[in-house]
C-alpha cells in the first residue's frame, strides 16, 4: 500500500511558467517532507523540506506548500528553466520507535520545454 | 569537496556470483543507508546503520548483507541469494537517522546480471 502517492508520473511545463508538483500521503504520523531532484543516473539531490508545523516553505524558485487537513504537499516551481527537467521525488518521514522511517513516492517527470 | 561515492558506476555479475558494492563518505555522517530503484518505482530501503558496527533490516533485506566497520564505509554485498538483482542501487547518508534531516545521495550503481 503505497502511503505517498505521487499521482501525476509526467508534467510538461513551458519555460518561464510555473511547475506544479503534487503528493499525497495517507499516514497521519507523517511529520516531516521532504523533495529530491533526480537526473538520470545520477542519486536524488535534496531541494526542499518542511515540518508539520508549518504549511508553506520558501527557497528561491522553489516552494513547498503542506496541507494537513487534506494529507496534501505540492512543490511549486516558478519561473521553470529547462534545467529543471528531472524527476522529482517526495518523501516523507515519521518516527518509528528510536528511528525515523523515510517513505518514498514513485516519481513525477518533469520536463520544462525551451 | 564533501560527498559521498559510490563504485563501481556500472557492475555486471554472473549467475550465482556474489558482488559487493562500495560506498564511502566524507560528510562525517553517522548514518548510512542502501536503496534499490527499479523502474517506475519509488526508492526502497535494504539496510541501514546508525552507528559504526550496527546495522538493521530494512524493507527488503533478503539476498543482501552489509558491514559497518568504518564510519566512512557501508559495503553491500548482492549475493547469490538475490533472485533478481538487476537494479539501481543508491547510497545515501544523514548526520543521524533520530532527527528530521535530508538525506545525501551517491550517484548510484546499476547492476546488471549477464
Known amino acids: 500500500d503505497q502511503q505517498v502517492k505521487q499521482n501525476s508520473p509526467s508534467l510538461s511545463v513551458q519555460e518561464g511558467r510555473i511547475s506544479i508538483l503534487n503528493c499525497d500521503y495517507t499516514?497521519?504520523?507523517?511529520?516531516?517532507f521532504l523533495w529530491y531532484k533526480k537526473y538520470p543516473a545520477e542519486g536524488p539531490t535534496f531541494l526542499i523540506s518542511i515540518s508539520s508545523i508549518k504549511d508553506k516553505n520558501e527557497d528561491g524558485r522553489f516552494t513547498v506548500f503542506l496541507n494537513k487537513s487534506a494529507k496534501h504537499l505540492s512543490l511549486h516551481i516558478v519561473p521553470s528553466q529547462p534545467g529543471d527537467s528531472a524527476v522529482y521525488f517526495c518523501a516523507a518521514s515519521a518516527q518509528a520507535g528510536n528511528n525515523r522511517k523515510l517513505i518514498w513516492g514513485l516519481g513525477t517527470s518533469l520536463a520544462v520545454n525551451p | 569537496d564533501g560527498g559521498i561515492t559510490q563504485s563501481p558506476k556500472y557492475l555486471f555479475r554472473k549467475e550465482g556470483q556474489n558482488v559487493t558494492l562500495s560506498c564511502e563518505q566524507n560528510?562525517?555522517?553517522?548514518?548510512m543507508y542502501w536503496y534499490r530503484q527499479d523502474p517506475g518505482q519509488g526508492l526502497r530501503l535494504i539496510y541501514y546503520?546508525?552507528?559504526?558496527?550496527?546495522?538493521q533490516k530494512g524493507d527488503i533485506a533478503e539476498g543482501y548483507s552489509v558491514s559497518r566497520e568504518k564510519k566512512e564505509s557501508f559495503p553491500l554485498t548482492v549475493t547469490s541469494a538475490q533472485k533478481n538483482p538487476t537494479a539501481f542501487y543508491l547510497c545515501?547518508?544523514?548526520?543521524?537517522?533520530?532527527?528530521?534531516?535530508?538525506?545525501?545521495f551517491g550517484d548510484g550503481t546499476r547492476l546488471s546480471i549477464l
Open positions: 560528510l562525517n555522517h553517522d548514518a
Open positions: 499516514n497521519s504520523m507523517f511529520d516531516y
Open positions: 545515501a547518508s544523514s548526520r543521524d537517522r533520530g532527527h528530521n534531516q535530508p538525506q545525501h
Open positions: 546503520s546508525q552507528i559504526v558496527n550496527d546495522f
